[in-house]
């Protein structure tokens, strides 16, 4: 029987209260018998500065990178606004991401059908939605050197931070696109500001380079990210897998998650290239944050959590058939009316993040009686 280690870093908010229904799903499938799932547990932002002074320590570093996936919660508060800048919470997050080399970042935008309701957009517009979101998550301005705040001398001051993209960087995204789009409905948008920006030029001219020497059977569109933007909110249904860049990448994916009903609904992977024995670090999250407002009163929706979990078992643990089962799960209790605060609507039950956690396991039990 296959043995998993996963590594849980629940982090700050409520990261700690959905991750918790997650460990719950994860227990169930290893009671299944088909797989073991051992579970260990480190800290992350917020929590890891309390704890240690840094926004995650060496010992968490070293056990996630020897993890076959991390599942990360959400990370940052106002309690720690004044921490210094290295040490924010969110820097456990980008140095996971950079040192795992998770340069893949998947977030797809599904809308649930008993959720259309709840879309800041018309049910016509967003019913059935399936869009993936590529985004670079390794280079870009979020890493690119100098990034600093220099003092001019003349009481003037200047920030500087740079985005930088290399061809190879360009080529691995475009792929993972690519490859992914094959199996959807065989679409890809790039999005970049080629107007206005070098690295978009050079961005176009390799994701172009890509598509005609490995993947004409794939049809590309070049979209620049403000009409991205634009498009998304206007007829979101256009699209089947957007690829872009990290900054650009973070804010259409908050764009296109809203469509959906809720960021609490949306999970994502972060993956690394795949080695010679076929396996790669990964580490999976919501896409939603730590939401401090709510944290610690059983209000937050588990679904982005749980459903990250899903996702852990498409892309680590080649196991779909499970996923799948998640997937229909979660949708049945939807279904079935119940709601956390977040997706709530008239004449649907309001239930807590724990009580979720149980109707999705009941359903479980179910659907595999
Ligand atoms: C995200 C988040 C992060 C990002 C933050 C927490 C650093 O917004 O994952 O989308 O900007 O990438
Ligand atoms: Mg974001």
Known sequence: MPNYNLFLLPGDGIGPEIMAEAERIIDWLSGRGDVRFECSHGLVGGAAYDAHGVAISEDDMARALAADAVIFGAVGGPKWDDVPYDARPEAGLLRLRKDLKLFANLRPAICYPALAEASSLRRELVEGLDIMIVRELTGGVYFGEPKEIVDLGNGQKRGIDTQVYDTYEIERIARVAFDLARVRRGKVISSEKRNVMKSGVLWHEVVSDVHQAEYSDVTLEHMLADNCGMQLVRNPKQFDVIVTDNLFGDMLSDVAAMLTG????????????????????????????????????????????????????????????????????????????????????????????????????????????
């Open 262 to 369: 809720s960021l609490g609904m949306l999970p994502s992977a972060s993956l690394g290239e795949t080695d010679a024995g076929g396996k790669r670090k990964a580490l999976y999250e919501p896409v939603h944050g730590s939401a401090p407002d709510i944290a610690g009163q059983g209000k937050a929706n588990p679904i982005a959590m749980i459903g990250s979990l899903t996702m852990a078992l498409r892309y680590s643990f080649n196991m779909s058939a499970e996923a799948d089962l998640l997937d229909t799960a979660i949708a049945n209790v939807l279904g079935r009316g119940l709601r956390t605060a977040d997706i709530m609507q008239d004449g649907k039950t309001l239930v807590s993040t724990h009580e979720m956690g149980d109707a999705i396991l009941a359903e479980l039990d179910l659907l595999t009686e």
